[in-house]
């Protein structure tokens, strides 16, 4: 059986969402399957969030910027949204995914020198990957199916 694919969604798949990709597959690659797409992709991925992912020892130097259209007719297990545009623009995917909400700061809108940017960067980073390691942490198999739904959602507000 293959592992529950888990879609990061944000709107320019440029920052936040490839990193939450490649954090969640450096962290649990081996229970799940982490996939980033945008409701307006950029076309491109953040050189920062390339080279904040470096400094953490994941390379997404091959990643690209997707469309979510890629992904409506897959079949997915969960759908984070990472900022709140993509919260609002979620299309609805068939199989009933347990959908929650992670809302980060975009750190592409950051103003200031390269090196209060690449703070702004490794600061988000941190948060994804606190977030990752919470949901990796839910007991799914104790949990009833709205348990867990839920506990999901709730990483959304640490």
Same mark, same amino acid.
């Given at each position: 059986m293959s592992?529950?694919?888990?879609?990061?969604?944000?709107t320019?798949?440029?920052? &936040?969402s490839?990193?939450?990709?490649?954090i969640?597959?450096k962290l #649990?690659?081996d229970r799940?399957? #982490?996939?980033?797409?945008?409701s307006?992709?950029?076309?491109?991925?953040?050189?920062?969030a390339?080279e904040t992912?470096r400094?953490?020892g994941?390379?997404?130097?091959?990643?690209?910027?997707?469309?979510?259209?890629?992904?409506l007719g897959?079949p997915?297990?969960f759908?984070?949204?990472v900022c709140?545009?993509a919260?609002e623009a979620?299309?609805?995917f068939p199989g009933?995914?347990?959908?929650a909400h992670?809302?980060?700061?975009?750190? #592409?809108?950051?103003?200031?020198?390269d090196?209060?940017k690449? &703070?702004i960067?490794?600061k988000? #980073?941190?948060?994804?990957?606190?977030r990752?390691q919470?949901f990796?942490?839910?007991p799914e198999?104790t949990?009833?199916e709205?348990?867990y739904?839920q506990a999901?959602?709730?990483?959304?507000?640490?």
């Amino acid at each position: 059986m293959s592992n529950p694919n888990i879609l990061f969604l944000c709107t320019g798949n440029s920052c &936040r969402s490839q990193m939450a990709e490649g954090i969640l597959n450096k962290l #649990a690659g081996d229970r799940f399957t #982490a996939l980033s797409a945008g409701s307006i992709p950029a076309g491109y991925v953040h050189p920062m969030a390339i080279e904040t992912m470096r400094e953490m020892g994941i390379d997404i130097s091959q990643n690209r910027s997707k469309s979510l259209d890629v992904y409506l007719g897959e079949p997915l297990s969960f759908i984070v949204t990472v900022c709140d545009d993509a919260k609002e623009a979620c299309p609805v995917f068939p199989g009933k995914p347990i959908t929650a909400h992670w809302g980060f700061e975009d750190p #592409a809108k950051f103003e200031g020198t390269d090196e209060e940017k690449r &703070r702004i960067f490794r600061k988000i #980073a941190g948060e994804i990957e606190r977030r990752i390691q919470l949901f990796l942490a839910l007991p799914e198999a104790t949990l009833s199916e709205m348990e867990y739904h839920q506990a999901v959602k709730d990483i959304g507000s640490k």
